[in-house]
């Protein structure tokens, strides 16, 4: 009879895994049993069985009336169990460690935002980058973009995709698209500005920076003009001062594109200064993505052994 064992096992433990009784309480058995039953809720979840986090509460406990429903295997060894946890828990710290300098950094970045470029009726920012000081100069946003109207049917070059707030794209295969739809897309490059005209403030907004593709035509796609540095666009479109200037010229929360064109803002005298600044929040952003994607692996990894180190009955 095949021994009922997880698939990742520590090297000094071999012994085979108990069966939960229906009416026993796991977090009773040790101290250690407690943190224990909170990572086989964790697991659980990802089962498809429901658990619950306590307000406070990091991971989701697995609540006694769960236990009692729900067959599950745990080591009768205590040494295991705290080994389990030992482990889970220094990838929860490594976790929460990166978390919190994300937050840093995306705080940093604010920070900047408000420092490197005008706040609102400003007309130069508080701090310059070393080496530049002449003053800024007020320009409409028709001298930073245009719209550009490239009706397309989406193909390979250009896959249609739906928009997501914070502009990932979601790829829309050609097949799910009524063919009556085609018709009403249009082109959208890399580095294009884009808003949704009905909904300025909650809707889509800001730079394409993943692959050229197609839109539906209710967005407005803005190109920058030749000679702007188009990171420098990037954090400018951030900051509060444009996002203020811009909600001016709502009309029952819509942002016409000729109001848009018309709206006032504050750019470098010295091109060489937009792209200083275009390249140190450039930097910035890949800090971010680079702990997103730390905290991703970590995420993924944890998971990883959620799977190979907990063993759940079958229904």
């Keep these: 009879m095949t021994k009922k064992m997880p698939k990742y096992r520590f090297y000094k433990f071999s ?8 009416n026993f309480n796991l977090a009773e058995l040790t101290p250690i049993a407690a943190r224990f039953a909170d990572y086989l809720g964790e697991y659980l979840v990802t089962q498809g069985y429901h658990s619950f986090a306590a307000d406070g509460q990091a991971l989701p406990t697995l609540l006694e ?4 429903r729900i067959a599950f295997y745990y080591p009768k060894e205590i040494g295991e169990q705290q080994r389990i946890v030992q482990l889970l828990a220094k990838i929860d710290k490594m976790i929460s460690y990166n978390e919190e300098r994300l937050i840093i950094i995306r705080n940093l970045k604010d920070g900047y ?12 920012p508080k701090d310059r980058l070393t080496g530049f000081s002449e003053p800024w100069r007020e320009v409409n946003l028709s001298a930073l973009f245009y719209e550009s109207r490239q009706p397309v049917v989406p193909n390979e070059y250009y896959p249609a995709v739906k928009l997501q707030a914070d ?3 979601e790829l829309t295969p050609i097949k799910d ?4 739809e085609l018709a009403k897309f249009q082109k959208v490059e890399v580095n294009d500005y884009l808003y949704d005209g009905d ?3 909650g809707g889509v907004r800001g730079l394409n920076l993943s692959q050229p593709c197609s839109v539906a035509k209710k967005y407005h796609v803005m190109r920058v003009n030749e000679g702007v540095d188009v990171h420098f666009i990037q954090a400018l479109t951030a900051t509060y001062n444009f996002l203020y200037s811009v909600q001016r010229f709502e009309q029952g929360g819509k942002v016409p594109v000729d109001n848009f064109r018309h709206v006032k803002c504050y750019v470098p005298t010295d091109v060489a200064e937009q792209k200083a600044i ?3 929040f450039t930097n910035l952003c890949r800090q971010v993505e680079l702990q997103e994607a730390k905290i991703q692996v970590l995420q993924d990894y944890k998971q990883a052994y ?10």
Excluded: C, N
């Design 113 to 124: 935002l408000q420092r490197l470029f005008p706040t609102y009726g400003g007309s130069q």
């Design 15 to 22: 012994d085979e895994w108990k069966l939960k009784p229906a």
């Design 306 to 315: 959620l799977q190979k180190m907990f063993l759940v009955k079958k229904h």
């Design 199 to 201: 909904d300025f403030l």
């Design 65 to 68: 009336a769960d236990q009692k």
């Design 278 to 280: 275009g390249e140190f």
């Design 167 to 169: 502009m990932k794209l």
């Design 177 to 180: 698209i009524d063919y009556r």
